[in-house]
């Protein structure tokens, strides 16, 4: 089973994204702060990361930065997922993918499955 790590500081939106991709059939962890990513990942192994871009007062495209300029999670695919930023602005994190909130169920889906195949 193919793992995801949702990293989101709106309790309410990780628990619709936890619902709808254990529903399709993925493992499921989620985070509600970006300053423990690093741990989570190590402990879990996400084979993708959805990342929110506004974590209070930490920025997901910094940390997309970090996670591809490392050794042990550069090829992690990372989804970046925003409301309030659109695809133009996310070049400095470099995101294998970005999808805008609100986000249709099938358009997330679609991302993730098109990800993992390429990372595999």
Do not use: W
Request: net charge negative; with cysteine.
């Amino acid at each position: 089973m193919r793992r995801i790590l949702a990293v989101d500081d709106d309790k309410d939106i990780l628990e619709i994204i936890k619902y709808i991709l254990e529903d399709s059939g993925y493992e499921v962890d989620t985070l509600t702060e970006g300053r423990n990513l690093f741990d989570r990942i190590k402990q879990h192994e996400p084979d993708l990361i959805l990342l929110d871009i506004m974590l209070g007062n930490l920025d997901g495209r910094e940390l997309c930065k970090t996670l591809k300029n490392q050794q042990e999670t550069k090829n992690i695919p990372v989804i970046l997922i925003s409301a309030s930023h659109n695809p133009g602005t996310l070049s400095q994190g470099s995101p294998d993918d970005f999808i805008a909130k609100p986000f249709d169920i099938d358009v997330l889906l679609n991302s993730i499955n098109r990800q993992l195949r390429s990372a595999a």
